[in-house]
């Protein structure tokens, strides 16, 4: 059976998912199964980058949420109206709903939850927080036997790329703004973003699967970046922090019965610390929980690709659970894998080398082992003779540029028969 | 519906799996759903830290695979036999079963999977590799819309920790070895560890779900790390690198149909790269997907609590999906949250400050900040004057111990209002 996707909105991240779904090969075996049957757009004349039958392409939104064939709806419209209007009726048309929109969820999750248990259908937001990281999933069903105590996340991609250049560069938040700006990664409005709202958004979200209820998003303590200057981050520095807008999410002294603690403000981070060293749009979540301990993921937290990825896991999570009657596998939870790999040999492995070698301290070393290399067609990426010489010996250590294992072998065995050579004490890869 | 677990093996991970199950407050809602009906063990005389009915325990763990009451057969036994034998058994008597014996799953996966499709049961391995963190499920769920071209891991948190040691401290291997196994991080026979072959194993089941294809595990190429010594670990250093022994799969070259490259040595990672600040006992697992991108996993690769959180989360999954009937929702899938949370006001958030104080370059400055802060009850953690002294004012630095945020307020209050104080321009919250 083929399930009939309806999918509302043709921006970067709706076109994202259309051309996952229009090529889907090497990827999930549940893909096939899977159509875009109706495509709504708010304008039929822009130009786009994937390409539908005409047909199925319109500006009559409702008439897609309204479409009984349809089976599953996918929002990717963004911001809160149409997009709560048409979430809601496509509910209460009895079809199962995947969306990437956070604000919507963070505002109106409690009529649209509701909705979907009286019409016992799915909604699924994987895309709504932290785009490509599997961190929803993580919290619905991988640590769910877990009682989770904290989750702290780095959840909004500009504002981490600003503090981090503002970390590496000594530059000021002003300039930086404007150089994201310019850079696409952040909004000609930027208060969304600077300000915390977006991060809230998704800590609502967050929280509220970490713990098991919703959130008001008003109850959430929200302060913004713009007041960090150079010289904050100068000192952060010396103290051995980084400075990050954090979101927080705990509950209060550990106490399980406690009320929860959710707040979204720049924090000096410990420079040891995992959360410290994710840098640029990069996003983060650091889950404690009892018994796992800590458990953290990172990965691109907007963009059409990460986004995509996680709207189309949840559309594969509903039709394998559509699928899965009794007595019958829910796809997703076997393993689809019939044939063997086939391996390649290390030999025809191609990376970077280090070796560490002890030659007698003659004139030409250097050169005997140049030529060998280069003979064997291997290049050097650094070379390091040391000053400490024992024995008579020298210590040089080269790194390889990326060449195969069998040249390089080669390179090696040549390398062996020089007079120079004392021995070669390590050979190591380089990732 | 209850469903009954038999429990095969009580060490560590099955001890860890009752605990979570005996206690299921806090944690997911379908736990109490779950019933450990019969337990088996090696002796019935052993002192155990979980109690049980005696009814329930045997030592003849044969009964418990062929009791037509159990619906799932958990297997936290550890090495090849009896664990192979009785999962297989378990499978035959159409039970679904969890397992966390990576040994079992990387040598005989193959027969195990294809008995599984053909008795229509579930054989989940969450914990079979990287314990707590939720690779598996991640793998086989939420990157499904991804082709995988690499997978890159710390799979093995005993050489991680030997090789973070000799980073950190310079020290040698086999000193660092000694003390390993001293503290229980290392094996008396470190073989399965040292040499890689845990890794192997590890990188088998996970380069399997990542490529979509059966991995047979001699074919991965494997090499230990007792040949690493500090000055190896040093020139690394020096050259902007740390050693860490690396688990690598991905299709050469990036070409989709082209052979799997899966590897298993210690190799160099730039200091920038995210597994590179991977430290101790901690596994971390890297997936470059298209489209996702880049998405870094790390948390507890080993241990009670972590295997045992990921054992009890395949249990949920079989159990939500053995649930899920037709026009019933799989409650994994949907929101089990209905009440809102009651939020902490900021107020009664405990943290620590970070203040940026401009003062007035006189006497007595430090001692009426100090003054203010401990009238407040804020105890101080640092406090820095720098010597960039610019129109008659000073610029010192705080920061607090964990003090309540209404006490720091109160002496932040209390300090403009000091003579001696310009302004204060920055305050911030350290995690």
Known sequence: MTYKVGLLGLGTVGAGVAKILQDPNGRHPLLPDIEIARVGVRSLNKQRDVAFDPNIVTDDLESIVNDPAINIVVEVIGGIEPAKSLILKAI???????????????????????????????VMLEAAACGGIP???ALKQSLGANRITELTGIVNGTTNYILS????????????????????????????????????????????????DRVNLEDIYREGIRSITSA??????????????????????GKEESDLEIRVHPTLIPIQHPLANIHGVTNAVRIEG??????????????????????????????????????????????SHEHYAKIAPIENTVTQFYARL??????GVIGDLGTAFGHHHVSLNAILQKNTIHDGLAEIVVVTQQVSELNFQQAIAAIRELPTLHSIPTILRVL
């Open 92 to 122: 209460a048309n009895g079809k199962h709903v995947v969306t990437a929109n956070k604000a919507v969820i963070a505002r109106h999750g409690n009529e649209i939850f509701s909705a979907s248990k009286q019409k016992n259908v799915y």
């Open 135 to 137: 961190v929803i999933q």
């Open 165 to 212: 250049r503002m970390y590496f560069e000594g530059a000021d938040f002003g300039d930086t703004l404007a150089e994201a700006q310019k850079l696409g990664y952040a909004e000609a409005d930027p208060t969304a973003d600077v300000d915390g709202y977006d991060a809230a958004d998704k800590m609502a979200i967050l929280a509220s699967l970490a713990f098991g």
């Open 232 to 253: 904050d981050i100068g000192y952060a520095k010396e103290l051995g922090f980084t400075i990050k807008l954090l979101g927080i999410a705990r509950r209060a002294a």
């Open 290 to 335: 009892d018994p796992v301990g800590e458990v953290v993921f990172s990965g691109p937290g907007a963009g059409s690709g990460a986004t995509a990825s996680a709207v189309v896991a949840d559309i594969i999570n509903v039709v394998a659970a559509l699928k899965s009657v009794p007595n019958n596998i829910n796809q997703l939870m076997g393993c």
């Open 358 to 363: 002890l030659t007698h301290d003659k004139p």
